[in-house]
């Protein structure tokens, strides 16, 4: 009984269709990066960019223009963020507020008053 119900519901909200994807893992991968590794013996063009991180989208096609080795090893090391460690003052462990201490403003001085009940 329950399954021809089951069945007949199915039925008038149309088949099933695939699993759409989880909007999450589209955006993890909006800031996908990627570095250039460079080989033991890379050119002077890779071994200038070997600190910086490129969007995927926006990195440089390997071999580079001006690799002037014949047969180009260097690679790309991938990256979740093109961000590196943290960048915000909260992330860091510094008080944002420039106060750290304990509160010495008193409560109940400030807000309703007392014949507003």
């Given at each position: 009984m329950a399954s021809s119900l089951f069945s007949k519901a199915k039925g008038l909200f149309g088949a099933e269709t695939e699993a759409t994807p989880?909007?999450?893992q589209k955006t993890a991968r909006t800031y996908h990066a990627?570095?250039?590794?460079?080989?033991?013996r890379a050119c002077a063009a890779a071994r200038a960019l070997e600190e910086r991180r490129f969007?995927?989208?926006?990195?440089?096609?390997?071999?580079?223009?001006k690799?002037?080795?014949?047969?180009?090893?260097?690679?790309?090391?991938?990256y979740d963020?093109?961000?590196?460690?943290?960048?915000?003052?909260?992330?860091?462990?510094?008080?944002?507020d420039g106060y750290d201490g304990p509160e010495h403003r008193l409560k109940g001085k400030r807000g309703r008053r007392s014949t507003d009940r």
């Open positions: 989880v909007l999450v990627v570095s250039i590794v460079p080989c033991p969007l995927s989208r926006e990195a440089p096609v390997l071999p580079l223009r690799c002037d080795r014949a047969k180009c090893e260097c690679r790309y090391e991938h963020d093109r961000r590196k460690g943290p960048r915000r003052a909260r992330e860091l462990g510094v008080s944002v």
